[in-house]
């Protein structure tokens, strides 16, 4: 597996609250949220909780959602213990490939909380693999307005579940890939100007002799970058 990364703060934020981490098998992103450092708190405290979690003992599915929920329980005990993180939390999306198997497939176990995305590029086809957990996610699943309308409206970033708040659902998606595949995972600060549309275009360029990463990173800047941009791109 063949990763790049990049992060920025964008155009209009002092702070980076987003994290990423990339491991043998895992890749993760966490968007951050709360008062004074306290979003770059508890993604930090997200990743440090992935980045320790024993995988490989078990069924990856189920070890997905264990780290997810040590992710939880580390910031929810943290913001218990200092006063001044209360309130705080974090998106997560994680992703676990496993090694290849005799056929060169992989199996991808996906984990999500919150609005942070992972798309899978396949044969120059781009797929959302994950919901966004927002009131707007909401109401585009239900049809009540177009993912165009969701991309402008006030409520786009009310979330309706993020780590450390007082119960989690998190979803969890398993697909097998085939050689070739690109997993994309990134934090809303490039889906909020980057379109599928724009996506896709980058991600048919030659991997290896660009980051892709940094060029998705570049173009939401480009296009006004409001908000931390946090993307990683991995080729199976």
Known sequence: MDVKTATDVGRLRENNEDALWVGEHCLVVCDGMGGHVAGEVAAELAIEAIKSFPFGAGEPAEEVLAAIDQAQNRIIAEANRNTKYQGMGSTITLAWVSAPGADGERELVVGHVGDSRCYLFTNGVLEQLTSDHSVVGEMVRAGTITPLEARNHPQKHILTQVLGSAAI????????????????????????????????????QDFYANNLAQELVDLANELGGPDNITVIVAKV
């Open 169 to 204: 659902q998190p979803e969890l998606i398993v697909r097998r890939l085939r050689p070739g595949s690109i997993i994309l995972l990134c934090t809303d600060g490039l889906t909020d100007v980057v379109d599928d549309t724009l996506l896709e275009k980058t991600l048919q």
